[in-house]
């Protein structure tokens, strides 16, 4: 079946109790979303271990927690346009005896929403906290031409992974907090390729298959998986703070169907509908980071996060008998990320917010599919947050991330050869209300 696997769209959460629906966007490594609030926008997410702002530190280190009095909820959503394009460098075929097809597969990207809704509560004065986060950590998507000349590798794909993330955090002095959590997640992937069925049933020596018979075919999974999360913040001086998060692995066993649609008859016991399975090890990840505070002013935030994504070597899709239905190599590597940011308080309203950020590709140059045609990306951020009362803050952030043009030879005996060039413009708008309470 499939030859090609995994591209990024979104998987997105919901504010409070609600979740909302969602579709493509393109803008972290891999297919990891920083989105999880919209304060942290306009800084490029800098700092995002350390500067505990608001409620949606229960993501970005639940240690933060401690730095938040009483209780808060935070309701957030980032709209995510994503243009991502395909040129053909005029070497890219299609399987033999199949129709030749064609067209570079049109704009694969498109806009989105990702909501993502957090509550905290002091349970025991400047001593105890507990949290709750609902949000999307990873997703993916895109979805591509039915005619393209690369249809063979990808048409359609499409992950989306909820995670619920209930935490605790404890301030053992007026330095040093510890925090941790749990991750309950649910992941739901959709996949699409077109079957060469002419090519295979000559290959079979199967007889009145027609030369340039296809059809797609589409493989449909989910799965609810846990992890854990556990974070420090170490306050220097009263400047100056630090803080630490790690997010461990997340391993999924997927179970769902494939169905082959336009299967000529004769085909139907080589390839049938039917059960299919994948396991998937999201990976885990490592953020140090660090706020000081210049003057009653202006505040610096920098930090790095890692994230091992050779935790993802490839992606075998198989009946459960074992008998492989697709098998892609992504041979993904860990990548890193950096990110500069300040805000700026110009009285007691108003904020201002700036951030710049390099965020390295897991995928290399020769693994690199239209299913997830990933490449580095630099960001450019500002955001502003108006405090309308003591309780009551909204902030509003933006930002343009930067992709070079980023190239692809993928050769295959039942998929074809698709050479050429992917192109990617993204920007994110984001809002988000809090209330402390």
Known sequence: MSTSVYRRALAPAAVAAALAAWTNPVHAAGFALFEQNASGLGNAFAGAAAVAEDAGTVYFNPAGMTRIRGRQVVGAVSLINVELSFKDSGASSVPLLQSPGGGNGGDAGGMSALPAGYLTWELQPNRLWAGVGIGAPFGLGTEWGAGWVGRFHAIESEVQAININPSVAWKVNDQFSLGAGVSFQRMKATFSNAVPYALLAASLSIPGVAPGTEGIAEIEGDSWATGWNLGATWQVTPATRIGAAYRSKITHDLEGEVQFANRPAQLGAVVPNGDVEAKVKLP??????????????????????????????????????????????????????????????????????????????????????????????????????????????????????????????????????LAGTYSNKTWVLGGQARYSF
């Open 284 to 417: 885990d990840t490592v953020s140090v980071a660090l706020a000081h505070d210049v003057d009653s002013r202006w505040q610096v935030l920098a930090d790095y996060t890692w994230t091992g994504w050779s935790s993802i070597p490839e992606l075998a899709i198989l009946r459960p008998t074992g008998q492989t239905v697709s098998r892609v190599n992504l041979a993904f590597e860990d990548s890193w990320r950096v990110a500069l940011g300040a805000n700026y308080r110009m009285d007691e309203r108003w904020t201002l917010r700036f951030g710049v950020a390099y965020d390295r590709t897991p995928v290399q140059d020769a693994e690199r599919t239209p299913r997830l045609p990933d490449m580095d990306r630099k960001w450019l951020s500002l955001g502003a947050q108006w405090r309308a009362s003591q309780q009551l803050a909204f902030d509003v952030g933006f930002t343009y991330i930067f992709s070079s043009d980023a190239s692809s030879e993928l050769v295959s005996a039942t998929a074809g050869r």
